[in-house]
């Protein structure tokens, strides 16, 4: 939506901050930030927002030469004994441990990340397989790495939020509008 909003509006200069959600809700509180981002599981009682359409899939980014490479699918089963690199957000840990169930304390965590690229660049490296969602890594090009969806399913929403009675400029305002009616007003 951002480039088909800065078609529309060539003047306009997006300011973006990457993030983990922790950071980008306190910088939302601050008023540093109009809009944020932010992928489920979050907590985001305090805030308007706007569900995007897409789900994303948890998996493993694994380089193709992994043994994992060769499956469809990772299941809790495939992951023991594997280094693994896992967010460092306490919210997403505990919905993996309850994905992982009885297997997550035999889990060996090799790194914990606040950032997925961060954690590519080291899966690239062979130190072990990111434990992330689907659609954030580029493996275009020369990529050395490939996702492998977690089996059975694990799936997360994204949303927009945006600190209640938040007063906009008129570039953030329009924007917002048009996704609003693009996805939907739902928080």
Not at 64 to 82: F, N, R, S
Request: glycine residues 6%; proline residues 5%; charged residues 30%.
């Amino acid at each position: 939506k951002m480039a088909a909003f800065r078609r529309k509006h060539p003047l306009v200069r997006f300011n973006i901050y990457s993030a983990p959600a922790d950071d980008i809700k306190d910088r939302l509180e601050k008023g540093l930030l109009d809009l944020g981002l932010l992928a489920e599981p979050v907590d985001i009682g305090r805030y308007e927002f706007i569900r995007m359409p897409k789900r994303d899939r948890w998996g493993v980014w694994i380089r193709y030469d992994d043994p994992l490479a060769q499956k469809e699918t990772a299941g809790p089963g495939d992951l023991v004994g594997v280094p693994l690199l896992v967010s460092r957000r306490e919210l997403v840990q505990k919905e993996l441990a309850a994905w992982f169930g009885d297997s997550y304390e035999k889990l060996e965590i090799a790194a914990t990340y606040n950032l997925i690229f961060n954690a590519s660049l080291l899966v690239s490296e062979g130190l072990g397989c990111a434990v992330a969602l689907d659609r954030l890594i580029n493996t275009t090009g020369d990529s050395n790495l490939c996702f492998r969806p977690l089996s059975p399913v694990l799936e997360a929403e994204a949303c927009i939020v945006w600190k209640r009675y938040q007063i906009f400029s008129k570039a953030a305002e329009t924007f917002l509008r048009e996704l609003e009616e693009s996805f939907g007003r739902r928080g």
